[in-house]
């Protein structure tokens, strides 16, 4: 590990525990706060995320200013359930529906920028069991009592849930067998980063709205080179939250998911100058199935689309003006 990232762990790598709710709103002042889940099928577990940031993070302490549910395109009650625990919800197909739509996580993400007026956004998984407030207090910590960082990175144990049992340290899949090493082979200093397929973590504003977004499963990737590039090694926090525990995805599935995020470290290597083929990566995935005649083959997309920083669409800088407007105004 190069010394400058064993630095960076021992001065931005904090606990959960070490940030509390009480101290954080204390010191929070003017800063606004938005939680936005997305979410996609997930009525068995949105509800209670919902429910605890708002009885622990607005009502009994006013942490949180608001929390947000894109819903992204689900066919069960994920919104009715979301809207009935106390979070605005958004269709995302809705949000800016002046822009072609397209799919994916990271659409659910980019649009809750036009929709949430937080200085600083927490980004939570709306798939997490025992979910606790310390998810949120922690990504808060470092941002609300130091002006330097921008980003910062939820860390956690990640055990994989079966039916037979669980197994520590299980979880994690493609993080440990794609991520980690493109991160180590092309990108060394965000090495220390122990989580960076994690979907909770949290920014500023400032800093969200002059990233490009992937809308697939490469977001969390891209947004984190993207943000080193940006805003450098200093900017970036990464906080300990404990365990995490959530709804794992066949191995089929884990395939796009590594195929996309395989993508996305092309686009930035290109992006950012280094030798990359011309061409970009074959998109097409072929897997097999077992069938009564043989083995069956199905070809599944892998290909993602990018969204361009929100501050370059027009309509969410004219609806940022008209709020700067409205608050000056107010006051």
């Given at each position: 590990?190069?010394?400058?990232v064993g630095?960076?762990?021992?001065?931005?790598t904090?606990?959960?525990g070490?940030?509390?709710?009480e101290?954080l709103?204390?010191?929070?002042n003017?800063t606004?706060v938005?939680v936005v889940?997305?979410?996609?099928?997930?009525q068995?577990?949105?509800?209670?995320i919902?429910?605890?940031v708002?009885?622990e993070?607005?009502?009994?302490?006013p942490?949180?200013?608001?929390v947000?549910?894109i819903?992204?395109?689900?066919?069960?009650m994920?919104?009715?359930v979301a809207?009935?625990?106390g979070a605005?919800?958004?269709?995302q197909?809705?949000?800016?529906?002046g822009l072609?739509a397209?799919?994916?996580?990271?659409?659910?993400?980019?649009?809750?920028l036009?929709v949430?007026?937080?200085d600083?956004?927490?980004?939570?998984d709306?798939?997490l069991r025992?979910?606790?407030?310390h998810f949120v207090?922690?990504?808060?910590?470092?941002l609300l009592?130091?002006?330097?960082?921008?980003y910062?990175k939820?860390?956690?144990?990640?055990p994989?849930?079966?039916?037979?049992?669980?197994v520590?340290?299980g979880?994690?899949r493609?993080?440990e067998?794609?991520?980690?090493p493109?991160?180590?082979?092309h990108w060394?200093?965000?090495?220390g980063?122990i989580?960076?397929?994690?979907g909770?973590y949290a920014a500023?504003?400032s800093?969200?709205?002059?990233l490009?977004?992937?809308?697939g499963?490469g977001?969390?990737?891209?947004?984190?080179?993207?943000a080193?590039e940006?805003a450098?090694?200093?900017?970036?926090?990464?906080?300990d939250l404990?365990?995490?525990?959530?709804?794992h995805?066949p191995?089929?599935?884990?395939a796009?998911m590594a195929?996309?995020i395989m993508?996305?470290?092309?686009?930035?290597?290109?992006?950012?100058?280094?030798?990359?083929?011309?061409?970009?990566?074959a998109a097409?995935?072929?897997?097999?199935?077992?069938?009564?005649?043989?083995?069956?083959?199905i070809?599944r997309d892998?290909?993602v689309d990018?969204?361009?920083?929100?501050?370059?669409?027009?309509?969410y800088?004219?609806?940022?003006?008209?709020?700067?407007i409205?608050?000056?105004?107010?006051?």
């Amino acid at each position: 590990m190069q010394p400058q990232v064993g630095d960076w762990l021992r001065r931005r790598t904090s606990m959960a525990g070490s940030w509390q709710a009480e101290e954080l709103a204390a010191v929070k002042n003017d800063t606004r706060v938005s939680v936005v889940l997305p979410a996609r099928n997930e009525q068995a577990t949105v509800g209670e995320i919902v429910t605890v940031v708002r009885r622990e993070l607005m009502e009994r302490t006013p942490l949180v200013d608001e929390v947000v549910v894109i819903d992204s395109q689900s066919d069960d009650m994920t919104a009715m359930v979301a809207a009935e625990a106390g979070a605005q919800v958004f269709a995302q197909n809705e949000v800016l529906p002046g822009l072609p739509a397209m799919t994916g996580k990271g659409e659910a993400l980019w649009k809750s920028l036009a929709v949430t007026g937080g200085d600083v956004v927490v980004f939570v998984d709306a798939d997490l069991r025992d979910f606790g407030a310390h998810f949120v207090t922690g990504l808060l910590g470092p941002l609300l009592t130091d002006g330097s960082v921008g980003y910062v990175k939820g860390c956690y144990d990640r055990p994989f849930i079966s039916e037979y049992g669980s197994v520590k340290g299980g979880g994690g899949r493609v993080t440990e067998l794609v991520a980690r090493p493109l991160i180590n082979m092309h990108w060394p200093l965000l090495a220390g980063i122990i989580q960076p397929l994690g979907g909770e973590y949290a920014a500023r504003r400032s800093l969200l709205e002059r990233l490009p977004f992937v809308t697939g499963y490469g977001v969390e990737l891209g947004l984190l080179v993207d943000a080193l590039e940006m805003a450098g090694l200093d900017a970036l926090a990464q906080v300990d939250l404990g365990t995490r525990t959530h709804t794992h995805q066949p191995v089929a599935d884990l395939a796009v998911m590594a195929g996309q995020i395989m993508i996305t470290a092309w686009s930035r290597l290109k992006r950012q100058g280094h030798f990359v083929p011309f061409n970009p990566p074959a998109a097409a995935l072929t897997q097999f199935h077992r069938a009564l005649s043989g083995h069956r083959a199905i070809v599944r997309d892998m290909g993602v689309d990018e969204r361009p920083p929100m501050l370059t669409v027009a309509a969410y800088r004219e609806d940022r003006r008209r709020l700067s407007i409205e608050n000056v105004t107010s006051r």
